[in-house]
């Protein structure tokens, strides 16, 4: 009997955090990678820096083109492949909570590896200030983009009053 007793009230309030579906990103708007031979494309991967024990630094791929990158985050460390040639790169920085994202401007050659690289004071009891992106020749390990700066958001939006 206790056991029904606790059941509704979770029953109940079950509904009241029960959310509606997303509507879903539409095809046009989401990149699709090219297909061809590999050295004929272009490939970029994200990073992962640990930083102390409990710090991870995530930098991925939110867009190319304008074009969401759907598994951007989930494939970080996937090479994604990318046409030849002039391409805006939105990339983004993730640490729970903190987030960050900037776009910078490649000129992918073909057959060419690039990964993100990522400069921050985002670091557990850090001023969480700034993250600054560019993204390297993976051969050369030198810089082909100039750097950005995204600006650092926290996800945590509940902040109590106190009186």
Not at 12 to 34: D, K
Not at 99 to 122: R, V
């Amino acid at each position: 009997m206790r056991h029904w007793i606790l059941l509704i009230p979770i029953v109940l309030l079950g509904g009241c955090i029960t959310s509606q579906p997303l509507t879903p990103l539409p095809p046009e708007l989401q990149y699709v990678a090219p297909t061809g031979q590999e050295n004929s494309l272009a490939t970029l991967i994200g990073s992962h820096e640990k930083a102390t024990p409990i710090d991870d630094f995530i930098t991925y791929i939110l867009a190319v083109d304008g074009k969401r990158v759907i598994s951007g985050l989930e494939n970080w460390d996937t090479a994604l492949p990318i046409q030849p040639g002039s391409r805006t790169i939105t990339v983004a920085f993730k640490r729970d909570p903190l987030n960050a994202q900037a776009d910078l401007q490649l000129q992918a050659a073909a057959g060419g590896k690039y990964q993100i690289q990522l400069s921050t004071d985002a670091y557990f009891l850090g001023a969480d200030t700034y993250c600054d992106f560019w993204i390297i020749d993976m051969a050369t390990k030198k810089p082909v983009t100039g750097i950005k700066r995204g600006t650092i958001t926290n996800s945590i939006r509940y902040i109590p009053q106190i009186d």
